[in-house]
């Protein structure tokens, strides 16, 4: 084909360059846009926990301590909350692949079929 019809065989191999290229960041972003959308998630999280700590400080400055307080202990509520379930989440993730791992060692063989010895 590339003697016969040079033409398609140019657009034929551009065409797998860009297949390949698609490929290349289709395995890239399934990588990556968790670790974005984490990532943003932990932004705006900081920022609305700021914010609601420099409403509940304008509450106190207009003499509301109620509404401040209330305000800044459902805030750190919420922090303290979501810190501890990260926490709680990623002992559960390692001790699963823990489990997972030493049950992948049971019985295992080698690469020719024999069984693993030792």
Known sequence: MRTEVPEVYALY??????????RIWLARA???FPYR???LGQVLGFLVAVCVL???GYAL????????????AIDLGS?????V????????????Q?????????????ADGSPEVG
């Open 13 to 22: 191999v551009e065409t797998v360059r860009i297949e390949r290229d698609h």
């Open 30 to 32: 399934a990588l990556m």
């Open 37 to 39: 959308i984490a990532r």
């Open 54 to 56: 420099g409403v509940a």
């Open 61 to 72: 400055y207009l003499d509301e301590p109620w509404v401040a307080g209330i305000l800044t």
């Open 79 to 83: 922090l303290v909350a979501v810190f």
């Open 85 to 96: 379930r990260g926490q709680t989440l990623a002992r559960r993730m390692k001790s699963e």
């Open 98 to 110: 823990n489990s997972a791992d030493e049950s992948v060692g049971e019985g295992e063989t080698e």
